[in-house]
């Protein structure tokens, strides 16, 4: 658990939390990022990829916030109500202990209750007295628009151009042009709600008193324990393997079943770095890889609501001419994803630039199709057959892959200095081929099964002959090249290639030597192949993790082991991962990041299963 000492309510720290001091609560819509200081310092209101409210995480001066917290010098821990996503920050005083209890309700189809986006921070003192202090500080459009404050019967209302929000509150407010704030005192037993509410014409302002509170509370409790108790995990790193599917569940956004591979923007992969992208959007690549974790543990919903999501957005077109799919959509499956830099805000930590939306949607990236029709495929055998229709659209995905696998592309990193043949994008254009072949097999689908299987082999045949190196002994980046690259980690998990094959013996021990430090995995080397950006970066946690299957898969059960559990002790205090590790252990990048949290599971299913 994490501790932060308080004075007068402001943390004895930087003006920004760091990254991993944050928890995560939602409402399948939308998230938002508690500091372990009370502080709420991202909020995006009503859904992911809509302009923050609270984006102080951002810059500290014109993001927002909504500051609770004890006014008296604290120590703070935080932790999640078990097998929830409510998260609970206590606050321990010389006089007293509280807690906030910060939650989002979610009804059981996830559509919000009639369509009411409502945020709720119960305070609750459960010994001796404690004094708190609360500042209610939106900055709408990113702090980009000017809102009004106004008292209506009781509720404050917060005013901007494009979105209104209701706050109430059970202790009294007093406020300015621009914010709110309350000082209370609880004694032991005593409770304060504050209720923060999206309205507009068809919702109305509603109160939130204490019974309200009590009853959302336990109703979404309720709802998160119901979600959780369909896992088939009884393994050995259950508490992990359950935090990881509910912040994967917590980045799905449950009107279209899309899955976001983050729920911020700009969080720094490297601190004053350039290295800073808006991950508020459904990568298929990632949504894929997370629809096989969540299938692992039983979690067949989410993975046919993706399914539906693919079908209704995502229909490849017809023309042999045109790229079938984008690497990624909007949460709503729209495809215009414009990315511009807002100037306005100095970034977390001064780390400019700040950006929303993301110009790498145009790339091509062609390890893409690996990850979907894999994913079809395991969906089609652990959860229910695909319908015709959506084999007719995998048919048109195989045979535009069987015309363009051998094209040069931007890769699985997204790198913006040039396309290359990567061999990872030739490894997942043989699964999206072969997968294809298994389930024309299993189904007795009809298939152009010749033209495929051909295409199938003279991948693998490319792969083996320009994809080794033998003056490295070892597979590279990319062909006839000698640069390592840790996405081939991927080759015996996609059963490209047998675990205990000495060639790939060979990559796994160079690898080890040059890209592994402590278990900690590092992509590539950038100053070996240039990717268009200036800067470092940290471990790939991804990678990491992919490292500890692919030692599983090779038999080295003991290194496996060590390598998760260290793995492990570079989580945050709730369990959680951002996109990258930095030299000294701090998290970096977006937070969390679902491509971490499906990877984690992913490697906790299989070595559970190697050691029996």
Same mark, same amino acid.
């Given at each position: 658990?994490?501790?932060?000492?308080?004075?007068?309510?402001?943390?004895?720290?930087?003006?920004?939390?760091?990254?991993?001091?944050?928890?995560?609560?939602?409402?399948?819509?939308?998230?938002? %990022?508690? #500091?372990?200081?009370?502080?709420?310092?991202?909020?995006?209101?009503?859904?992911?990829?809509?302009?923050?409210?609270?984006?102080?995480? %951002?810059?500290?001066?014109?993001? #927002?916030?909504?500051?609770?917290?004890?006014?008296?010098?604290?120590?703070?821990?935080?932790?999640?109500? &078990?097998?929830?996503?409510?998260?609970?920050?206590?606050?321990?005083?010389?006089?007293?202990?509280?807690?906030?209890?910060?939650?989002?309700?979610?009804?059981?189809?996830?559509?919000?209750?009639?369509?009411?986006?409502?945020?709720?921070?119960?305070?609750?003192?459960?010994?001796?007295?404690?004094?708190?202090?609360? !500042?209610?500080?939106?900055?709408?459009?990113?702090?980009?628009?000017?809102?009004?404050?106004?008292?209506?019967?009781?509720?404050?209302?917060?005013?901007?151009?494009?979105?209104?929000?209701?706050?109430?509150?059970?202790?009294?407010?007093?406020?300015?042009?621009?914010? *709110?704030?309350?000082?209370?005192?609880?004694?032991?037993?005593?409770?304060?709600?504050?209720?923060?509410?999206?309205?507009?014409?068809?919702?109305?302002?509603?109160?939130?008193?204490?019974?309200?509170?009590?009853?959302?509370?336990?109703?979404?409790?309720?709802?998160?324990?119901?979600?959780?108790?369909?896992?088939?995990?009884?393994?050995?790193?259950?508490?992990?393997?359950?935090?990881?599917?509910?912040?994967?569940?917590?980045?799905?956004?449950? /009107?279209?079943?899309?899955?976001?591979? =983050?729920?911020?923007?700009?969080?720094?992969?490297?601190?004053?770095?350039?290295?800073?992208?808006?991950?508020?959007?459904?990568? *298929?690549?990632?949504?894929?890889?997370?629809?096989?974790?969540?299938?692992?543990?039983?979690?067949? #919903?989410?993975?046919?609501?993706?399914?539906?999501?693919?079908?209704?957005?995502?229909?490849?077109?017809?023309?042999?001419?045109?790229?079938?799919?984008?690497?990624?959509?909007?949460?709503?499956?729209?495809?215009? !994803?414009?990315?511009?830099?807002?100037?306005?805000?100095?970034?977390?930590?001064?780390?400019? /630039? *700040?950006?929303?939306?993301?110009?790498?949607?145009?790339?091509?990236?062609?390890?893409?199709?690996?990850?979907?029709?894999?994913?079809?495929?395991?969906?089609?055998?652990?959860?229910?057959?695909?319908?015709?229709?959506?084999?007719?659209? $995998?048919?048109?995905?195989?045979?535009?892959?069987?015309?363009?696998?051998?094209?040069?592309?931007?890769? $699985?990193?997204?790198?913006?200095?040039?396309?290359?043949?990567?061999?990872?994008?030739?490894?997942?254009?043989?699964?999206?081929?072969?997968?294809?072949?298994?389930?024309?097999?299993?189904?007795?689908?009809?298939?152009?099964?010749?033209?495929?299987?051909?295409?199938?082999?003279?991948?693998?045949?490319?792969?083996?002959?320009?994809?080794?190196?033998?003056?490295?002994?070892?597979?590279?980046?990319?062909?006839?090249?000698?640069?390592?690259?840790?996405?081939?980690?991927?080759?015996?998990?996609?059963?490209?290639?047998?675990?205990?094959? /000495?060639?790939?013996?060979?990559?796994?021990? =160079? %690898?080890?030597?040059?890209?592994?430090?402590?278990?900690? *995995?590092?992509?590539?080397?950038?100053?070996?192949? &240039?990717?268009?950006?200036?800067?470092?970066?940290?471990?790939?946690?991804?990678?990491?993790?992919?490292?500890?299957?692919?030692?599983?898969?090779?038999?080295?059960?003991?290194?496996?082991?060590?390598?998760?559990?260290?793995?492990?002790?570079?989580?945050?205090? !709730?369990? %959680?991962?951002?996109?990258?590790?930095?030299?000294?252990?701090?998290?970096?990048?977006?937070? &969390?990041?679902?491509?971490?949290?499906?990877? !984690?599971?992913?490697?906790?299913?299989?070595?559970?299963?190697?050691?029996?």
């Amino acid at each position: 658990m994490a501790e932060t000492m308080i004075f007068e309510g402001m943390p004895i720290s930087p003006r920004y939390l760091p990254i991993a001091e944050h928890g995560l609560i939602g409402d399948l819509r939308s998230v938002a %990022l508690v #500091g372990t200081n009370g502080t709420i310092d991202w909020y995006c209101c009503p859904s992911f990829d809509c302009p923050s409210v609270f984006g102080a995480i %951002l810059d500290a001066e014109r993001g #927002g916030s909504f500051e609770l917290a004890a006014s008296v010098p604290a120590r703070t821990k935080q932790f999640y109500f &078990p097998d929830t996503n409510v998260l609970i920050t206590r606050f321990f005083t010389e006089e007293g202990v509280g807690e906030v209890q910060d939650f989002m309700p979610v009804t059981g189809d996830g559509s919000g209750e009639a369509g009411r986006h409502r945020l709720i921070r119960r305070v609750v003192c459960v010994r001796g007295t404690v004094p708190f202090r609360a !500042l209610v500080a939106p900055r709408f459009d990113y702090g980009a628009a000017s809102h009004t404050v106004r008292d209506l019967d009781g509720v404050v209302l917060f005013e901007s151009p494009d979105l209104s929000l209701a706050l109430t509150s059970t202790v009294a407010v007093q406020g300015d042009e621009r914010d *709110v704030w309350a000082d209370f005192k609880l004694s032991e037993g005593e409770t304060a709600v504050f209720a923060l509410d999206q309205v507009g014409e068809a919702i109305a302002p509603r109160g939130c008193a204490h019974a309200e509170a009590e009853y959302q509370f336990n109703a979404t409790v309720a709802y998160w324990r119901r979600w959780l108790h369909q896992s088939c995990y009884r393994g050995r790193w259950r508490e992990m393997v359950h935090r990881s599917a509910l912040t994967l569940k917590l980045l799905t956004y449950a /009107p279209t079943g899309a899955i976001v591979a =983050a729920p911020t923007t700009s969080l720094p992969e490297q601190p004053g770095g350039e290295r800073n992208w808006d991950y508020r959007y459904v990568w *298929v690549r990632d949504a894929a890889f997370a629809v096989y974790a969540l299938l692992r543990l039983g979690f067949s #919903g989410e993975a046919e609501a993706f399914m539906r999501f693919l079908t209704t957005h995502i229909t490849p077109c017809d023309s042999s001419t045109c790229v079938p799919l984008q690497i990624m959509y909007g949460i709503d499956g729209r495809i215009d !994803l414009p990315e511009r830099i807002l100037t306005h805000l100095e970034g977390h930590q001064g780390s400019a /630039p *700040v950006r929303v939306g993301n110009a790498a949607a145009d790339q091509l990236q062609l390890d893409i199709y690996g990850a979907l029709i894999d994913s079809v495929y395991l969906y089609d055998k652990w959860a229910q057959p695909i319908s015709s229709g959506q084999w007719d659209d $995998v048919c048109r995905l195989v045979d535009w892959v069987c015309e363009h696998w051998d094209q040069p592309d931007e890769g $699985v990193w997204e790198t913006r200095g040039g396309r290359k043949n990567f061999l990872y994008s030739r490894l997942m254009c043989w699964v999206a081929v072969e997968r294809a072949i298994r389930l024309a097999n299993r189904r007795g689908l009809p298939a152009e099964l010749p033209r495929w299987r051909q295409t199938r082999d003279a991948i693998y045949r490319r792969i083996m002959d320009r994809g080794w190196s033998r003056s490295r002994c070892a597979f590279v980046q990319y062909e006839d090249g000698d640069v390592l690259d840790a996405s081939l980690l991927m080759m015996p998990l996609a059963k490209f290639i047998a675990p205990t094959d /000495p060639k790939w013996l060979s990559t796994l021990d =160079a %690898l080890t030597e040059e890209l592994v430090s402590d278990s900690l *995995v590092y992509r590539y080397d950038p100053l070996a192949s &240039p990717d268009g950006l200036r800067g470092d970066e940290g471990t790939f946690s991804i990678c990491s993790f992919w490292y500890v299957e692919a030692l599983v898969r090779a038999g080295r059960l003991d290194e496996a082991r060590l390598a998760f559990e260290k793995m492990l002790t570079y989580a945050n205090h !709730l369990g %959680l991962y951002a996109e990258e590790i930095g030299r000294t252990g701090e998290q970096q990048g977006n937070f &969390p990041q679902a491509f971490t949290h499906l990877a !984690l599971i992913s490697a906790a299913f299989n070595l559970d299963r190697a050691l029996g």
